[in-house]
């Protein structure tokens, strides 16, 4: 990634951050947790990918495990 994309992103991420913060304290509980659940979970694979460590995708597993087994279930 580019460094230039990662400081706008951590800057956007930021913004909404702030201005979150005020219409989350009215929500319930539950869903401050999911929205700090996955805030968290952006910014672990955020800093994983500036750390140079690979992420396992779906859609790669998908590609090199599924697909060949299906053409060939198929016969293509």
Known sequence: M???FMICFLITMAGSLL???RMLRQE???IKVTYGF???LTLG???SKY???KVPMPSR???HT???WFARLLGI
Request: aromatic letters at 30%.
């Open 66 to 68: 599924v697909s060949p």
């Open 45 to 47: 694979l955020f800093f």
């Open 61 to 63: 597993f998908f590609i």
């Open 19 to 21: 201005i979150d913060r």
């Open 28 to 30: 319930k509980g539950s």
């Open 51 to 53: 750390l140079h460590w």
């Open 38 to 40: 996955f805030t968290f």
């Open 2 to 4: 580019d460094r230039i």
